[in-house]
């Protein structure tokens, strides 16, 4: 049997059909290889990335730590050091009530001044002059400590980012 022109167009024409479908099955095949390939390889990158960012992290967490810690320790150094200065304030101040207040202005209008005494070693400040001069000083060492804390967190800081990778 033969069979007659149209069958075998159609076979023909289905097998062409069939050809390419085959082809493009095999392109697409090829295409999604090469995509999963690629996307494994940024799945990799990804995956690697996080690792490394993680460990960059714990670095940086731990650097965070210890400046926290030395701040904190810093801050307490300060802190005694400045309590220790007002307790010997408190102390100066305290000796002081038993010195004489200063007279009123009526008072020493007349009175001469020496001009060679005691007076210039201050022991014979007056009880006001004494206090004021005292918070002073006192004021002056509570700066000073501060400054110095700064300056302590500052290097402590310094030190460390120098030591980081």
Same mark, same amino acid.
Request: proline share 3%; with cysteine.
């Given at each position: 049997?033969?069979?007659? /022109?149209?069958?075998?167009?159609?076979?023909?024409?289905a097998g =062409?059909?069939? &050809?390419?479908? *085959?082809?493009? #099955?095999?392109?697409?095949?090829?295409?999604?290889?090469?995509?999963? /390939?690629?996307? $494994?390889?940024?799945?990799?990158? =990804?995956? /690697?990335?996080?690792a490394e960012? *993680?460990?960059?992290?714990?670095?940086?967490?731990?650097?965070?730590?210890?400046?926290?810690?030395?701040?904190?320790?810093?801050? $307490?150094?300060? #802190?005694? +050091?400045?309590?220790?200065?007002? &307790?010997?304030?408190?102390?100066?101040? #305290?000796?002081?009530?038993?010195?004489? /207040?200063?007279?009123?202005?009526? *008072?020493?209008?007349?009175?001469? =001044?020496?001009?060679?005494?005691?007076?210039?070693?201050?022991?014979?400040?007056?009880?006001?002059?004494? +206090?004021?001069?005292?918070?002073?000083?006192?004021?002056?060492?509570?700066?000073? &400590?501060? =400054?110095?804390?700064?300056?302590?967190?500052?290097?402590?800081?310094?030190?460390?980012? +120098?030591?980081?990778?």
């Amino acid at each position: 049997m033969i069979l007659s /022109r149209i069958q075998q167009a159609a076979i023909i024409g289905a097998g =062409v059909v069939i &050809a390419a479908l *085959a082809i493009f #099955a095999t392109i697409q095949t090829f295409r999604l290889s090469s995509s999963q /390939r690629a996307l $494994k390889d940024e799945r990799e990158i =990804v995956k /690697r990335m996080n690792a490394e960012s *993680a460990a960059a992290n714990g670095r940086y967490r731990s650097l965070e730590q210890r400046h926290l810690q030395d701040t904190q320790r810093i801050e $307490k150094d300060k #802190a005694d +050091e400045i309590a220790d200065m007002r &307790a010997d304030r408190d102390a100066a101040l #305290a000796e002081l009530h038993t010195r004489p /207040r200063r007279p009123t202005a009526s *008072a020493t209008q007349g009175a001469a =001044v020496p001009e060679d005494g005691p007076g210039c070693t201050g022991s014979a400040l007056f009880a006001d002059d004494a +206090e004021f001069l005292v918070g002073e000083a006192a004021r002056a060492d509570e700066i000073r &400590a501060e =400054v110095k804390a700064c300056y302590a967190q500052y290097d402590s800081l310094a030190q460390a980012l +120098e030591a980081a990778p």
